[in-house]
């Protein structure tokens, strides 16, 4: 149980696109699901915190109108990289947190997004 | 907000010996503690994980420890095998709220 599928795997965009990254917990209610940047050879850094149905909230320095995170249903949380440019070329990794069962978040298997 | 600092950067153990990996965290209100495991372009994996009202934790060959006093917990592996050579880290967050991840320990155990 506890699956996380995340989609795409990987997606190359030209700089001034958009590109959006679904996130869906397959056999359990997400009520949380984190967003997570990790760029080679670096940690996970937390960007946002999505709770179904109402706003995420952003960790300091994360652009909220560039990362647009929407977590509609408590099985899909979407992050839309806006304009992206080359230094948004990371491995983008969503998390989810059944809550009220346990603290333990569980991974998508990531994104690698690169921008030429 | 919390900071947590993880030592060493890179590890290198025979296989067969012991690695330790220690994180120290600054929030005491930080109450859960979990380790992952990460290999190269994979999804990190939750190995163990520790809650404050809990100063050690075992699963086969892993262990974990932690001192609420001293904002530290460490990670125990023994009998190391190549198959453990990944990088770990540690993170600590207040009831499952904004995990910060330490920076990672890249693990190399030699056959």
């Known amino acids: 149980g506890a699956v996380v599928s995340q989609h795409p795997s990987w997606v190359i965009c030209k700089s001034g696109t958009s590109v959006k990254i679904e996130c869906r917990s397959l056999?359990?209610?997400?009520?949380?699901m984190f967003w997570y940047r990790q760029f080679p050879k670096q940690s996970l850094m937390l960007m946002a915190t999505?709770?179904?149905?109402?706003?995420?909230?952003?960790e300091q320095g994360v652009e909220k109108d560039k990362f647009l995170i929407n977590h509609a249903s408590l099985t899909l949380s979407t992050l839309t990289v806006t304009s992206a440019h080359p230094e948004d070329s990371s491995f983008y990794i969503c998390?989810?947190?059944?809550?009220?069962?346990?603290?333990?978040?569980?991974f998508g298997p990531g994104t690698r997004l690169t921008v030429t | 907000g919390e900071n947590v600092e993880q030592h060493p950067s890179t590890l290198s153990v025979q296989e067969g010996d012991s690695a330790v990996i220690k994180c120290t965290y600054s929030?005491?209100?930080?109450?859960?503690f979990p380790w992952y495991k990460q290999e190269l372009g994979k999804r990190p994996q939750l190995i163990i994980d520790?809650?404050?009202?809990?100063g050690e934790k075992k699963d086969q060959r892993i262990a974990v420890t932690l001192n609420k006093t001293a904002k530290h917990f460490s990670l125990h592996i023994t009998e190391t095998q190549p198959e453990d050579s990944a990088v770990y880290f540690c993170?600590?967050?207040?009831?499952?709220?904004?995990?910060?991840f330490g920076p990672g320990t890249r693990l190399s155990v030699l056959p």
């Open positions: 520790i809650r404050s009202n809990v």
């Open positions: 056999d359990f209610q997400a009520t949380t």
């Open positions: 929030d005491s209100a930080s109450n859960y």
């Open positions: 993170a600590a967050t207040p009831y499952g709220q904004n995990f910060v």
């Open positions: 998390s989810a947190v059944e809550r009220g069962v346990s603290y333990e978040q569980y």
């Open positions: 999505s709770n179904e149905g109402s706003k995420a909230t952003y």
